[in-house]
T-cell receptor, first 115, second 112 residues
Framework: DVKVTQSSRYLVKRTGEKVFLECVQD?????MFWYRQDPGLGLRLIYF?????MKEKGDIPEGYSVSREKKERFSLILESASTNQTSMYLC?????WGQGTYEQYFGPGTRLTVT | AQSVTQLGSHVSVSEGALVLLRCNYS??????LFWYVQYPNQGLQLLLK??????LVKGINGFEAEFKKSETSFHLTKPSAHMSDAAEYFC??????????FGAGTRLTVKP
């Protein structure tokens, strides 16, 4: 069974802290994604990665960075957390366009609260 | 770039009634289309997908959707709602690796 796991389900951090969210997939997927989900806004793409050490900015990259040192692991980093980064963060992975059916598989999400 | 519009942020139906969740897309090239479901405090789970084969797509839990190119629509239906269908539903469109776009979501409530 395909699986995407995220390091924490719930996280509470203080303003200014550095925050690491980790995601691991076991499907040997090339693509990995980080989204944030806010009520009424759907999912917004923060960053994605199409290969190890490769990354591209999504729609809302400001205040975030990412790291992909191994194919199965994709980390989201909040360099200095702020209250407006309180949100649900979802990680996903997919195969490459044209291979397989390309749907994205999601982790359970991390609900981050910044106080 | 492609985009998705889901009509109605909240839909309420009675148990046993027809479920209809609307999705319209915009894309300059043939798209792949998806419906996902999200239960409270969980990630998204794929319900069904259209990838240029049959226009009527059947998914899990009795849901289906029909791709209508002339109407640029991909509405999700289920003949008879069940209490367990209460969740948030997202329509998504994609045309290349890094560009899957999600709608804002529709929250489905099922009344007993």
């Amino acid at each position: 069974d395909v699986k995407v796991t995220q390091s924490s389900r719930y996280l509470v951090k203080r303003t200014g802290e550095k925050v690491f969210l980790e995601c691991v997939q076991d499907m040997d997927h090339e693509n990995m994604f980080w989204y944030r989900q806010d009520p009424g806004l759907g999912l917004r793409l923060i960053y994605f990665s199409y290969d190890v050490k490769m990354k591209e900015k999504g729609d809302i990259p400001e205040g975030y960075s990412v790291s992909r040192e191994k194919k199965e692991r994709f980390s989201l980093i909040l360099e200095s957390a702020s209250t407006n980064q309180t949100s649900m963060y979802l990680c996903a992975s997919s195969s490459v366009w044209g291979q397989g059916t390309y749907e994205q598989y999601f982790g359970p999400g991390t609900r981050l609260t910044v106080t | 770039a492609q985009s998705v519009t889901q009509l109605g942020s909240h839909v309420s139906v009675s148990e046993g009634a027809l479920v209809l969740l609307r999705c319209n897309y915009s894309s300059s090239v043939p798209p792949y289309l998806f419906w996902y479901v999200q239960y409270p405090n969980q990630g998204l789970q794929l319900l069904l997908k259209y990838t240029s084969a049959a226009t009527l797509v059947k998914g899990i839990n009795g849901f289906e959707a029909e791709f209508k190119k002339s109407e640029t629509s991909f509405h999700l239906t289920k003949p008879s709602a069940h209490m367990s269908d209460a969740a948030e539903y997202f329509c998504a469109v994609s045309t290349r690796d890094n560009d899957m776009r999600f709608g804002a979501g529709t929250r489905l409530t099922v009344k007993p």
